[in-house]
């Protein structure tokens, strides 16, 4: 019964199981007794050692220990010796780590294993091979092995320390202190860590400890939190030792370099470390507080952080009262400061203002210390970013009349906003003014001179570009009141400064979107946007400027996504409080998507047009490209051929160089901009909105995915090169924009219905995403290639099924297969299944023609493309009617090679459906299969009996002969084919 419940059972039972067994087997006859030792517990501590996973060994190391825990009883030493002896050494050296971790813990629990009724050398030289063991095993190849025996290894030095022999302690300490603590294993350090913690329990050993532990000072630099806090943790245990100095064993730069970059638990267990030394509570508050000056002005990041924590660090709030007094006297008071450290002593009063404000008594306290024009002397006293922010953060924290002396100094900060978007110092800054603004009632005063801005950018957008003219702000009788007349009259002064050129207006246009899209994060400051009188003029510059943006991304190199992202994320919040503009339908959200695919569709359009000649635009462009030609890639016009002008003078095409020149450059400006805009129609439509536009998206995706491969090929053609920062750029983007495109394609998965026609472009968009991830290994290499496949893991099913969907949902209706796909292999073949075809044709080396050696070898160099491809295959097969569908796509594709007699993608299409789709003998194919088999089996019968070159014939007859057992089987088997032609 007990050993039933084992497996099952809680650890108090487990314990409880044990102690029974060890009453029963003191209290029975020898017989009984007998069985209980040889026929139970033998077999226990062999499941113990032998257990198939770790919690199941430690259910059986529970009830072991009702007689571990009773060695001192008479024979109970004796028999768990004879008993563990003759399997336990063994199984220590076995080559199943599994074992030698369980082995292990029990030789641990038993430590030391001796005969009592042996002799003293019989007992040392027993001792001796466990610690030759342990020493093994702390060196073991399996880090859960190491782990095992650092900690065990500790706790036996703290238990067994007296009589163990000063040589093994020696080796054993010096490999825990000089090996474990660099061992690869973030695990094995960590315990490393704690099974010191745990050894400097035995005083004894602090003599050599004191020596060997400023060997793991360096772990105060792990790149890994969990130790570092360990290692605080010892710190702090050594703090309060006497005999120890824990800055020998971590330098008190290093410490203050950690407390001021690392995690905010880091960062609160290293401010108790140091609180007696620089904030003690047993000193005078003076004392106290000079010493917190003196560590901020040695080092005022980490000074800052100190006095971040220092309230959890156990100091009271009346001293920290204090201590922000001397802070702000120091920054006022006409002793010479440099810039960091005032930045310090500032950085610190904000974290300090924020502990304290939440008293009442305190508050006022601190709004009397602020009195006057001292905020607006802090404010001038502070020459960074950081700093003028903590002035501000301290004002916000206590809503004080004081921030009248710092608005006009705010509307700079909110209005001088160009380039803030890579600033973050400069956001922080902005956040806190907008703190500001909203503590002190001026929110609506501020977004007001923010709409303006907007409005001057939107204007000239207008005379510049020609662009739709702004609309003037809301009349000045729906306004509200200003909080403060001065305040009014301040923002007024700031607007008639406004001057510049265009560059400069639409910088701080980019840097008020990014204030509108951060303020709509935060439920407080997004309820004062949405209720600003102001709304709606700022929604329609914003229009204005992210049709300029869209338009002019490939002409202007300073064009920016911001404005984008913030009209559309105004567009879905207005949507969401049902705040129409101008009382019009749709809403505004549907007005935001209706005006960004005409912009897109201009953009793409002209960018086609002018590379084809064609004015149509880019969803009519993306089904005519020149497809695949005997089992060449897509073919792009000569942008650098000559030409003859009318009198015989060669001419050079100029004109299309530019425009290429240009477009390499423009590039990564507009993969930005349609980043931006797919992620703000996929998080709309994740929403719940505007799934009526599904159609509209996929046809928008799909453009935007051609025109990126469409530049990275002509691309590989030119000498112009992507520079680094530039191609990072386009990498993470189109990374970016794999995985929205993917998570569309799953929201269509979802809704798509028998009457649905998005299955179509859901399966164009997915065969270009699928061209992608080819084209850039072919062009830009397979590590970027790569973090493309990393993001598509996620998201292949999905992707894998729009390949097939079509054709389920026509034979779902009975209405054979789907014509669409069809019609997009034979006018584009897909650049992704032609590498998969040569891919298969390069194992079938005999067919490897001279000829064709160039073509064929490309493939062999894209390993990235080649796993994805594989992992679409695998999918496939797990569901009957996908990979139905999945191999009517690829049996298609074999029909265009039989029609451009290509004989080779023929043959690789057909190896990959007879060997990777199915298995040699399986010729369970699916009933749309079966109907192209119909189609392609004849077909190349009659291509062999016509064909006169011998290459092209012994393909097909290797392509006839991969698919003759099918054709066999369900005509004579099955009868599901039939041999009669149309």
Aim: glycine letters at 6%.
């Amino acid at each position: 019964m007990i050993r039933s419940q084992i497996p099952f059972g809680r650890k108090s039972m487990l314990e409880a199981y044990g102690d029974i067994l060890f009453r029963a087997w003191k209290a029975v006859g020898p017989d009984h007794k007998d069985e209980i030792e040889h026929r139970f517990l033998q077999g226990l501590i062999e499941g113990a050692i032998h257990a198939s996973s770790g919690a199941f060994a430690a259910s059986i190391r529970r009830v072991l220990g009702g007689f571990i825990s009773q060695r001192t009883t008479e024979g109970v030493e004796k028999l768990l010796f004879s008993l563990a002896e003759p399997v336990i050494f063994r199984s220590l050296q076995v080559a199943n780590s599994n074992v030698r971790q369980n082995a292990l813990h029990v030789l641990l629990d038993m430590f030391p294993l001796e005969d009592p009724d042996s002799t003293k050398e019989a007992k040392d030289t027993l001792l001796d091979k466990q610690f030759f063991l342990l020493e093994r095993l702390l060196m073991d190849d399996c880090p859960d092995v190491r782990l095992v025996a650092v900690e065990g290894c500790c706790r036996i030095l703290h238990l067994f320390w007296e009589i163990i022999p000063s040589a093994s302690i020696t080796k054993i300490i010096m490999k825990i202190f000089d090996d474990m603590s660099h061992d690869i294993c973030n695990e094995v350090r960590l315990s490393t860590l704690n099974g010191v913690i745990y050894l400097l329990g035995n005083p004894q050993s602090h003599e050599i400890l004191k020596v060997l532990l400023p060997r793991l000072g360096h772990l105060m630099l792990d790149n890994v939190s969990s130790v570092r806090m360990a290692l605080v943790d010892l710190l702090l245990l050594l703090r309060d030792m006497r005999n120890f100095q824990f800055n020998k064993v971590v330098g008190l730069d290093v410490l203050l370099s950690t407390l001021a970059n690392d995690q905010p638990l880091v960062a609160q267990k290293i401010t108790k470390l140091l609180m007696p030394s620089y904030f003690p509570s047993k000193l005078p508050v003076e004392e106290a507080c000079n010493r917190c000056v003196t560590l901020i002005k040695r080092s005022p990041i980490a000074g800052a952080r100190f006095c971040e924590f220092s309230l959890l660090g156990g100091a009271s709030i009346n001293s920290l009262m204090e201590l922000i007094r001397v802070f702000i006297s120091l920054v006022l008071s006409p002793v010479k400061l440099n810039a960091d450290q005032i930045e310090g002593l500032l950085v610190a009063a904000a974290y300090l203002s924020r502990s304290i404000s939440i008293e009442p008594c305190f508050e006022n306290a601190l709004k009397q210390l602020l009195a006057g024009e001292k905020v607006k002397f802090l404010f001038s006293a502070a020459s960074t970013a950081r700093a003028q922010s903590s002035v501000l953060n301290i004002v916000s924290n206590l809503a004080s009349d004081a921030a009248a002396g710092v608005f006009e100094e705010c509307t700079g900060l909110v209005t001088n906003c160009s380039g803030i978007s890579d600033n973050v110092e400069r956001q922080a800054q902005l956040r806190s003014a907008h703190k500001l603004f909203q503590s002190c009632d001026g929110f609506n005063d501020m977004f007001e001179a923010l709409t303006v801005c907007l409005q001057k950018t939107a204007y000239r957008c207008h005379i510049k570009f020609g662009t739709e003219a702004p609309k003037n702000c809301v009349s000045s009788a729906k306004r509200k009141k200003s909080s403060s007349g001065k305040m009014s009259a301040k923002w007024k002064h700031v607007n008639r400064k406004r001057r510049s050129n265009f560059e400069e207006d639409y910088s701080i246009a980019v840097g008020i979107a990014w204030q509108i899209r951060d303020l709509l994060v935060s439920v407080d400051s997004r309820k004062a946007v949405l209720a600003s009188q102001t709304l709606e003029s700022s929604f329609l510059a914003l229009k204005i400027i992210s049709e300029a943006s869209i338009l002019q991304c490939v002409h202007c190199e300073y064009m920016d996504a911001y404005p984008v992202l913030a009209y559309t994320a105004l567009a879905l919040h207005m949507t969401l409080q049902n705040i129409s503009i101008n009382s019009t339908k749709p809403n505004a959200l549907e007005q935001t998507m209706d005006h960004l695919l005409n912009c897109i569709e201009k953009v793409l359009g002209a960018v086609n047009s002018g590379k084809s000649g064609n004015s149509s635009s880019v969803f009519e462009q993306a089904n005519h490209k020149t497809a695949i030609h005997c089992g060449q890639t897509h073919r792009e016009p000569q942008m650098h051929a000559s030409s003859c002008s009318a009198d015989g003078k060669e001419v050079w095409m100029g004109q299309n160089c530019k425009d290429f020149c240009t477009e390499q450059k423009r590039l990564p400006i507009k993969v930005k901009m349609l980043t931006a805009i797919l992620k703000s129609m996929v998080d709309a439509t994740s929403m719940g909105f505007l799934s009526h536009y599904y159609g509209r998206f996929l046809k928008f995706t799909s453009g935007y995915v051609q025109d990126v491969v469409s530049a990275l090929r002509r691309r590989s053609h030119d000498r112009f090169q992507f520079k680094e920062e530039d191609l990072k750029d386009i990498v993470l983007c189109l990374k970016s924009s794999f995985t929205y495109a993917a998570k569309l394609v799953n929201l269509v998965n979802r809704d798509i219905s028998e009457a649905s026609s998005l299955a179509s472009e859901a399966f164009d968009l997915v065969n270009d995403l699928l061209d992608l991830v080819s084209s850039i290994e072919l062009y830009l290499g397979s590590g970027n290639a790569a973090s493309l496949v990393s993001a598509a893991k996620h998201w292949l099913p999905d992707l894998v099924l729009a390949l097939g969907y079509g054709h389920i949902l026509k034979q779902t209706r009975g209405e054979g297969l789907d014509f669409h796909a069809s019609c997009r292999m034979k006018h584009e073949f897909p650049l992704w299944l032609l590498i998969l075809a040569k891919s298969e044709l390069l194992e079938i080396s005999k067919f490897v023609s001279e000829d064709g050696e160039d073509t064929v070898s490309e493939f062999e160099e894209v390993p990235v493309s080649k796993k994805l491809l594989g992992m679409i295959v695998t999918l496939s097969k797990g569901n009957p009617s996908v990979l139905d569908a999945v191999g009517v796509m690829v049996l298609t594709g074999s029909l265009v090679g039989l029609e451009r007699k290509d004989f080779g993608l023929v043959l690789g299409l057909l190896h990959l459906v007879c060997r990777k789709l199915f298995r040699e003998d399986d010729r369970e194919w699916g009933d749309m299969m079966l109907a192209s088999l119909q189609d392609v089996y004849p077909q190349i019968e009659r291509e062999m009996e016509e064909q006169n070159d011998e290459d092209g014939r012994q393909k097909l007859h290797c392509a006839k002969e991969l698919l003759e057992p099918v054709w066999m089987h369900h005509i004579y088997e099955t009868g599901r084919v039939s041999m009669t032609e149309e």
